[in-house]
């Protein structure tokens, strides 16, 4: 898993999950990567961007400051899951209900695949990527 420091052509910074840079790469390509404030898909990646490997496999590897950085991304995900809606694996009908005002407006989050991703951008529906760490799979306190 790895965290990358993004910004849009607005200046807007913002972080990504991915599996891999290429993971990254693929998406952007794809525009399933947007600015979350102005939804721009002209997403370009930060040289800075820290690499963050929740798997602990190469945590000796991590730089200083990296456990900090971690509790902040952490906190700032679990903000996101207290903000959405579970909806699992209707992610893809329930984004397509609200997008066509068949269903409440609100945040939702769940699984989808690619295919679908990719067809929710292609009708006009934003999709963030938000691949969730193992360690929030635990119940929210
Ligand atoms: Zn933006």
């Not at 939804?39 to 496999?57: F, Y």
């Not at 695949?113 to 929030?136: F, H, N, R, S, Y």
Request: charged content about 30%; some cysteine; overall charge negative.
């Amino acid at each position: 898993m790895k965290v990358l420091d993004l910004q849009c052509p607005h200046g807007h910074r913002f972080e990504g999950w991915f599996a891999s840079a290429e993971d990254f790469e693929s998406q952007l390509s794809r525009k399933l990567v947007a600015c979350p404030i102005c939804s721009a898909t002209e997403v370009s990646r930060l040289p800075s961007a820290p690499r963050l490997n929740l798997s602990g496999a190469s945590e000796s590897q991590a730089p200083a400051g990296a456990e900090n950085r971690q509790a902040r991304v952490l906190r700032a995900l679990r903000e996101v899951l207290e903000k959405t809606e579970n909806v699992g694996d209707r992610f893809a009908e329930e984004a397509r209900r609200i997008h066509y005002n068949e269903a409440p407006a609100r945040n939702i989050r769940g699984v989808t695949t690619p295919e679908d991703a990719k067809a929710l951008v292609e009708e006009g529906i934003e999709v963030m990527p938000l691949p969730a760490p193992a360690a929030l799979k635990e119940p929210l306190q």
